[in-house]
């Protein structure tokens, strides 16, 4: 089992940059592939980005493609998401997540906030 703690969020204005981190502790980290996913007020919950466990291999919603950037650290059990040139429609709760296989995500992180004003 791993649990998960999500930091970084804050408020900031468009065109602004914000970093996530997502630290991980019990079981290896390097054993779960991991994601970050957001909810807005009133919407349902959506895919961000993911990255395999080793980190070679990502993804990315069409929404964020080319603005945010999912990493990984093992070695310091944390991934991030880089997130650049933020939007109003950007606003939400992030999620980072953590599975063992390729299908269902299995453990999830409480959220933070992230405010991006027009």
């Known amino acids: 089992q791993v649990q998960l703690v999500e930091s970084g969020g804050g408020l900031v204005q468009a065109g602004g940059s914000l970093r996530l981190s997502c630290a991980a502790s019990g079981r290896t980290f390097s054993y779960y592939g991991m994601g970050w996913f957001r909810q807005a007020p009133g919407k349902e919950r959506e895919f961000v980005a993911s990255?395999?466990?080793?980190?070679?291999?990502?993804a990315y919603a069409d929404s964020v493609k080319g603005r945010f950037t999912i990493s990984r650290a093992n070695a310091k059990n944390t991934m991030y998401l880089q997130m650049n040139n933020l939007k109003p429609e950007d606003t939400a709760v992030y999620h980072c997540a953590a599975r063992v296989g390729g299908g269902v995500w299995d453990y999830w992180g409480q959220g933070t906030q992230v405010t991006v004003s027009s």
């Open positions: 990255i395999t466990r080793g980190g070679a291999v990502t």
